[in-house]
């Protein structure tokens, strides 16, 4: 049966709206999408009306990390990855509540997440899955440095740490045997990690290379947490394809992405906003200080230089940053100088961009049926993008998961 909606449009390609649009789809597929006077409905399709909303294509983070620990119960701390898997599946409802179709994901549970929605036996958004995330010895992703390395890898579901050419290889090989489709690395320290500064620079030249060389062996790509920006000169010099936060960029590095055709991954709500939140301690509180000004200049620069901007997030489902209110990265990046239609695009054609998926991202006859209805306008309100009870309808690879209209 073919399914219509109707209501101003915004497809993820023309920078104005279709103020009297329509999207039509059946099965999974996208049959039109346009002025509404320009297709003719047939008698027996089902109709939905956005009203003085907005229908969009779904949103897709691209920085997420499925790990589960927020609602993984309090048994072993939470630490078991049964526990962490279960509290990552019911986490993928509220995803879709918020409107967000799909994501890139760096765990250990997003791997096995993905191939349960991908299979059709658990409701989720579609997940590109990047494996654990990779990092060095006393770098970023070493949340604890009290066990030994080889306890850290064999127990931790977020990270894994590697050193010297021949670790790496073998770490980066570790993830694309567990079924990873691109790579994260840490390059440069982090605001959440305690054994080092945000501009520390993490893997050397050579490791970096080898990282990249192998990801491109599997014909994919490694992206980068670049904090500092030394090691986001080097990451890009060694061929990454994605800086993510890219929070004290200089103009050297901007200049360099600009040429490469690089991605800037965006989780400005977190840069411009941990400081304020509560029940940090104050080691972090005093990194996260040093990043929300070198993130607005960074952004700044990148939409000076015409580099492609995604939305990224990094929530966690914590109470500061819960998953019904991911699209409060919509808001952040308009606070952050973006235009609202190019938050809008940092969060469905470009984020698509990173999923290499060419069938997402945009509203287009042809297309994947992933669309996402707001109650409202986002161009004069970006905030109805900003929490999940202004999102109205989602449809997920041409299923109706949520309707509220």
Same mark, same amino acid.
């Given at each position: 049966m073919i399914t219509v909606i109707k209501g101003r449009l915004i497809n993820g390609v023309l920078d104005q709206p279709v103020e009297n649009g329509l999207v039509a789809f059946e099965g999974n597929r996208i049959l039109f %999408?346009?002025?509404?006077?320009? &297709?003719?409905? *047939?008698?027996?399709? /089902? #109709? &939905? /009306?956005?009203?003085?909303g907005t229908i969009l294509p779904g949103f897709i983070d691209c920085h997420a990390h499925l790990t589960g620990s927020e609602n993984a119960g309090e048994w072993a701390n939470g630490r078991l990855l049964g526990d962490?898997?279960?509290?990552? %599946? &019911?986490q993928l409802g509220l995803l879709l509540d918020a409107g967000f179709t799909g994501l890139r994901d760096m765990s250990e549970a997003g791997l096995y997440l993905s191939r349960a929605v991908s299979r059709? !036996?658990?409701?989720? *958004?579609?997940?590109?899955?990047?494996? @654990? #995330?990779?990092? !060095? =010895?006393?770098g970023h992703v070493d949340f604890d440095p009290s066990v030994t390395v080889k306890h850290f890898n064999d127990n931790d579901h977020l990270s894994y740490l590697m050193d010297g050419i021949d670790g790496c290889v073998t770490g980066v090989r570790e993830q694309f045997r567990q079924g990873a489709r691109f790579i994260k690395i840490c390059a440069t320290g982090g605001v959440s990690s305690p054994t080092d500064r945000i501009d520390d620079v993490q893997f050397s030249p050579a490791e970096l290379k080898a990282i990249v060389d192998e990801a491109k062996r599997h014909h994919t790509y490694v992206c980068a947490h670049c904090t500092g920006y030394e090691g986001a000169y080097q990451s890009i010099l060694a061929g990454v394809e994605c800086i993510e936060h890219g929070v004290m960029l200089t103009q050297r590095e901007i200049d360099l992405m600009a040429e490469k055709n690089l991605t800037l991954v965006t989780t400005l709500w977190i840069s411009?906003? #941990? %400081?304020?939140?509560?029940?940090?301690? /104050?080691?972090?509180r005093e990194k996260t200080l040093l990043c929300a000004e070198g993130n607005r200049k960074t952004i700044e620069m990148a939409r000076k230089a015409g580099i492609r901007i995604a939305l990224g997030t990094d929530f966690s489902n914590s109470k500061n940053t819960p998953y019904l209110q991911l699209g409060r990265e919509f808001e952040a990046m308009v606070d952050a100088g973006m235009t609202e239609m190019e938050a809008i695009k940092a969060g469905t054609v470009n984020a698509a961009y990173l999923m290499r998926m060419d069938d997402l991202g945009t509203l287009e006859t042809?297309?994947?049926? +992933? !669309? =996402?209805? =707001? +109650?409202?306008?986002?161009l004069s309100n970006i905030s109805c993008l900003a929490s999940a009870?202004?999102? @109205?309808? #989602?449809? %997920?690879d041409g299923c109706i998961v949520k309707n509220t209209l």
């Open positions: %999408a346009g002025p509404e006077d320009e &297709y003719v409905i *047939p008698v027996d399709a /089902s #109709v &939905y /009306s956005a009203g003085d962490q898997l279960l509290g990552a %599946a &019911y059709g !036996i658990l409701k989720g *958004p579609r997940i590109v899955p990047g494996g @654990k #995330v990779l990092g !060095i =010895t006393s411009l906003h #941990v %400081a304020d939140l509560p029940g940090f301690p /104050s080691w972090m042809g297309k994947l049926a +992933d !669309i =996402t209805v =707001t +109650d409202q306008n986002p009870e202004h999102i @109205k309808l #989602v449809v %997920a």
